[in-house]
């Protein structure tokens, strides 16, 4: 009966952070819509959350060849995220990837 109350009580304590960490890897639509392809990384990462999402979302397609691209969330609780990948410093692709609704 105790590792069950152990594991309740873990999980108990897990939704909460995990629904405040992903609020802290939202990326407004409007900052979204605003970032432009050939922008300077360090002017993009001025306007980006502080966290990304731990890696893409279910449904995301393979990653660019050469870029390294980071994860956004569009909403908390979404499915879908805003993938912005960068090559030789500068925004080099962004898009809405994933399970999530068509926009």
């Known amino acids: 009966m ?11 304590l897990m939704i909460p952070v995990a629904l405040l960490s992903s609020s802290f890897s939202v990326l407004d639509r409007a900052a979204y819509d605003r970032l432009r392809v050939g922008e300077p990384q360090p002017a993009v990462d001025a306007r980006l959350p502080v966290f990304t999402r731990d890696g893409p979302p279910d449904g995301a397609p393979p990653l660019p060849r050469g870029q390294r691209c980071v994860y956004y969330s569009t909403d908390v609780l979404a499915a879908d995220a805003y993938r912005l990948c960068f090559a030789h410093g500068r925004l ?12």
Do not use: Q, S, W
């Not at 105790?2 to 108990?12: E, S």
């Not at 080099?92 to 926009?103: H, N």
């Open 2 to 12: 105790a590792p069950l109350a152990v594991l309740t009580g873990i999980l108990l």
């Open 92 to 103: 080099t692709g962004k898009a809405v990837v994933g399970d999530g609704p068509e926009e």
